[in-house]
């Protein structure tokens, strides 16, 4: 992988655009505490193991990015991550003095971010979904590059008001918790869900066999989209042949609210009221052992998952934007 060095420049007149490796965690503790209340605010998201992994990476200067410091003072910081030839856009948060200058702080960040991985040979693919940001928000340099973006929606339920009644389960099949021992069946069915599917186009990780395993560790052992809990993870089952036919998995992201990171249901096994059943059962779990609310992400053209959600009472809280560009169907015109 090349890693340009970057040369300071100028923003506005007393911003400097500096590159990540040359601060400390110390450094950046304030702003990201100053994000982590941003992700609670939000997205009710108890942000604070994430940063505490971050800021791990961070000391190790190892991650491509770029600071902007306004008179000396850190004011916003991006990074990405490099998955072979694919690089994810992290993150990018800045805290300007008004909305207006947070905004523009944000853009410069994104778009020298993108510069430097649209001059690297080796990205083949870039993916970003920054969760923090409505639709439309700081999509300027992501536009310009060519990406193509697709909607998508965070959804919640309260689950106050939530009474789901539990569909009954065909006699085939069987309905167990989690277990570390179908992690290469889950990854087999993962792979297999989301086959011509959007989001496999918005997260390449789907469309190998290596990549949904991949997918699966990082939610089982990294706290990016919370902390995996296994209890309140199910599968679905074939007594005779013993494969899986769904899956619901399911994250702490705070205290009292707990995220859906995944529900598939094999495609020959669709429509009959399985993923009904996984969502209902696990709510209800959920429910009864004191979570407060449920959050998950869904692709808006998903249809088939955004009706069995909103079914279920998820409303709709945020909306942001998926970004994807894969180079090789793209011609680079930048100057
Ligand atoms: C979304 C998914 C989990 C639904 O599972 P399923 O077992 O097929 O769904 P069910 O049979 O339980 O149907 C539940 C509801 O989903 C919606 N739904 C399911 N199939 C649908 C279809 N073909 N068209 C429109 N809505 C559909 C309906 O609201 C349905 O309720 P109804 O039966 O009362 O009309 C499944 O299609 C899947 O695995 N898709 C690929 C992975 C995916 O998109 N996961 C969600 C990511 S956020």
Same mark, same amino acid.
């Given at each position: 992988?090349?890693?340009? #060095?970057?040369?300071?420049? #100028? ?41 505490? /992994? ?21 004011? @916003? ?18 805290? =300007? ?11 410069? /960040? ?13 990205? *083949? ?8 940001? $409505? ?10 590059? =060519? ?33 570390? /021992? ?16 959007? $989001?496999?186009?918005?997260?390449? %990780?789907?469309?190998?066999?290596? @990549? ?13 989209? *919370? ?18 036919? @769904? ?23 669709? @429509?009959?009221?399985? =993923? ?10 959920? &429910? &009864? ?14 249809? %088939? ?5 909103? $079914? ?12 994807? /560009? ?10």
């Amino acid at each position: 992988m090349v890693n340009h #060095p970057a040369p300071a420049m #100028p923003v506005e007149t007393q911003f400097e655009l500096l590159d990540l490796k040359q601060f400390s965690a110390r450094q950046l503790r304030p702003l990201l505490e100053s994000e982590a209340a941003l992700w609670h605010e939000r997205l009710r998201w108890d942000y604070s193991s994430s940063t505490e /992994l971050l800021l791990q990476y961070l000391d190790s200067r190892i991650l491509p990015g770029f600071v902007v410091l306004d008179r000396g003072r850190l004011a @916003g910081y991006t990074f990405c991550v490099y998955e072979g030839n694919k690089a994810v856009v992290g993150d990018a948060y800045a805290i =300007g003095s008004t909305p207006e200058q947070t905004a523009r702080i944000t853009e410069t /960040l994104l778009r020298r971010l993108l510069d430097l991985l649209l001059e690297t040979p080796s990205v *083949g693919r870039i993916e970003s979904q920054l969760l923090l940001y $409505d639709a439309g928000s700081v999509d300027g340099g992501f536009r310009e590059a =060519g990406f193509a973006r697709h909607p998508r929606l965070f959804m919640e339920l309260n689950l106050s008001q939530a009474r789901l009644s539990s569909p009954s389960l065909t006699p085939e099949i069987e309905l167990m918790p989690w277990s570390s /021992l179908y992690y290469q069946s889950a990854a087999e069915l993962i792979n297999l869900a989301y086959l011509g599917h959007v $989001d496999a186009e918005i997260n390449d %990780q789907y469309c190998s066999l290596h @990549g949904s395993l991949r997918f699966l560790h990082n939610i089982i052992r990294f706290p990016g989209c *919370g902390v995996f809990e296994e209890n309140n993870s199910w599968l679905l089952r074939e007594r005779n042949t013993g494969q899986l036919s @769904g899956m619901i998995l399911c994250s702490r992201v705070a205290p009292d609210v707990a995220h859906i990171t995944q529900l598939c249901i094999a495609p020959a096994q669709r @429509g009959r009221g399985l =993923g009904r059943l996984l969502l209902y059962h696990a709510t209800n779990h959920l &429910r &009864r052992t004191g979570t407060a609310a449920i959050t998950l992400t869904v692709t808006e053209s998903n249809h %088939q998952a955004v009706a069995l959600y909103e $079914d279920a009472g998820f409303h709709v809280r945020h909306r942001f934007d998926a970004m994807v /560009l894969n180079r090789s169907s793209t011609l680079w015109m930048r100057g």
